[in-house]
């Protein structure tokens, strides 16, 4: 996604204190940490899914296909 490590973190910090995700550290590598969805982060992401697939949905149909770029 190129972004810095900063602007990654802020955006985790703000979806662990969502309680949408925890951090642990990683099994594999103590150095590293492991981020893991809780079950509101699961419905979260299901929520945002279905927007995104309504939205897509919304946009083929609001868009005639011959306009589409090929």
Do not use: C, F
């Amino acid at each position: 996604m190129r972004m810095d490590r900063a602007t990654t973190m802020a955006i985790v910090n703000r979806l662990e204190a969502k309680g949408y995700l925890v951090r642990r550290k990683s099994r594999s590598d103590g150095r590293k940490q492991a981020l893991n969805l809780t079950d509101p982060g699961r419905r979260a992401l299901a929520t945002a899914k279905r927007a995104i697939q309504q939205h897509e949905q919304w946009l083929s149909r609001a868009l005639p296909k011959e306009k589409w770029p090929s």
